[in-house]
T-cell receptor
Framework: GQSLEQPSEVTAVEGAIVQINCTYQ??????LSWYQQHDGGAPTFLSY????GLEETGRFSSFLSRSDSYGYLLLQELQMKDSASYFC??????????FGQGTTLQVKP | GAGVSQSPSNKVTEKGKDVELRCDPI?????LYWYRQSLGQGLEFLIY????????KSGLPSDRFSAERTGGSVSTLTIQRTQQEDSAVYLC????????????FGPGTRLTVT
């Protein structure tokens, strides 16, 4: 089968750093994606890792360890607007995405 | 350019009725995906079209659900004999092709079955 696990909720304060972990179990693994979704909005792409290591895009970074079937999204210098749901998604070799249940991040002043 | 569009944005229907949801992908995108998202939940894969290949229908929850994609562009998701458990937001996404890793999502159709 296939499964992804990520924490359901995370709370942090403005300016802090937060890490959202994702572990997965799937066949045909090709890469790990991260999407952000604000309440009532559509998911938007944040980052993608096909190889082990860290990918940095501004305040957001994403990490992948294929041998551990594990990845994380790191958000730095948190802002109130970062309050949203964050989904990890396994990309299979067919192009299909399998999403996790999402982590709700609440940023407090 | 224009993003992915979906219509209607909201649909309220009575149990047992059929509904059709429409998705217009980004022009030139060959891959098109349908997902379902229940309140506070993750995205559940439904079906995936890639070019002229046979669609991956492995996520369709029952034979009441079907989808087609005409001319490699617009797609319609049809739900027959709707049930209350079908109530959810139905999201469509497109991408330039199988090799592209970013999917672009539409705003979704919120379906409520009464």
């Amino acid at each position: 089968g296939q499964s992804l696990e990520q924490p359901s909720e995370v709370t942090a304060v403005e300016g802090a750093i937060v890490q959202i972990n994702c572990t997965y179990q799937t066949s045909g693994f090709y890469g790990l994606s991260w999407y952000q979704q604000h309440d009532g909005g559509a998911p938007t792409f944040l980052s993608y890792n096909a190889l082990d290591g860290l990918e940095e895009t501004g305040r957001f970074s994403s990490f992948l360890s294929r041998s551990d079937s594990y990845g994380y999204l790191l958000l730095q210098e948190l802002q109130m607007k970062d309050s949203a749901s964050y989904f990890c998604a396994v990309r299979r070799n067919t192009g299909k995405l399998i999403f996790g249940q999402g982590t709700t991040l609440q940023v407090k002043p | 350019g224009a993003g992915v569009s979906q219509s209607p944005s909201n649909k309220v229907t009575e149990k047992g009725k059929d509904v059709e949801l429409r998705c217009d992908p980004i022009s030139g995108h060959t891959a098109l995906y349908w997902y379902r998202q229940s309140l506070g939940q993750g995205l559940e894969f439904l079906i995936y079209f890639q070019g002229n290949s046979a669609p991956d229908k492995s996520g369709l929850p029952s034979d009441r659900f079907s989808a087609e994609r005409t001319g490699g562009s617009v797609s319609t998701l049809t739900i027959q004999r709707t049930q209350q458990e079908d109530s959810a937001v139905y999201l469509c996404a497109s991408s330039p092709g199988t090799g592209a890793y970013e999917q672009y999502f539409g705003p979704g159709t919120r379906l409520t079955v009464t």
